[in-house]
């Protein structure tokens, strides 16, 4: 018969106190029973959400750092024709199909809970297709535009902020192929799906970074 180990909750705020008045949602990034050792979920999902709240003081601090050069340098902030990055088709067509896909993958990951593999390997696909064709359409619309990464504060500011999040979209893909792979063998979920929660966390977490960056580079114009 395996013991069941308790870790003696020592912190000065007793989260099993309160933890019960919170919604479903946030206790899933919060540990249970004192940090019980078979409580890897729980844990897990606490230190990844940690994690992405390290991320967000790094894309803060670039998001802060754009508002400062935007306000500072109001009139001259495109060089000599530029025409600076447009809201064009291409980039609101990729910013709907990516914020849906959000949408999807919720669902996929709600489908693994219960067990139903299937739908959530089709689910999960589609949110695969759709995190490739924003890259793709990221690619395409770097290739029309008439400034590179060296033309001046808009050029430099712009690849930083687009370039590091399309960074994160592709190893959200990644990870997003990697736990679509390993639901093909045989058994892999049924002790639990701390890789997949993470993956959808990080994923809702990308299209959010996505809304600000949208509406700072393509909505507030000059």
């Not at 959530?120 to 793709?136: A, D, E, N, P, S």
């Not at 770097?142 to 999040?165: M, N, P, Q, R």
């Amino acid at each position: 018969m395996t013991r069941r180990i308790i870790h003696i909750d020592e912190s000065p705020i007793r989260f099993e106190r309160w933890r019960r008045y919170l919604p479903d949602w946030l206790k899933r990034f919060l540990p249970s029973g004192g940090g019980s050792a078979e409580d890897h979920h729980g844990k897990g999902m606490f230190g990844f959400t940690v994690f992405l709240l390290s991320e967000s003081i790094i894309f803060l601090s670039f998001i802060f750092t754009y508002i400062a050069l935007r306000l500072t340098h109001s009139g001259n902030w495109l060089p000599p024709g530029v025409s600076g990055p447009e809201l064009s088709t291409l980039v609101i067509i990729n910013t709907i199909v990516l914020l849906s896909s959000s949408f999807v993958i919720q669902p996929a990951e709600n489908a693994l809970k219960r067990h139903k593999l299937k739908k959530f390997r089709w689910l999960w696909l589609m949110t695969i297709c759709m995190g490739t064709y924003f890259l793709i359409g990221q690619g395409i619309e770097w290739s029309k535009l008439d400034f590179g990464l060296s033309t001046g504060l808009v050029g430099s500011t712009f690849y930083v902020l687009t370039g590091f999040h399309g960074l994160h979209v592709l190893t959200g893909v990644i990870l997003q192929i990697t736990m679509f792979v390993r639901s093909f063998i045989r058994g892999n979920y049924e002790k639990g799906h701390f890789g997949v929660s993470a993956t959808t966390l990080f994923w809702h977490f990308v299209d959010v970074v996505w809304i600000f960056l949208f509406s700072l580079i393509y909505l507030w114009q000059a």
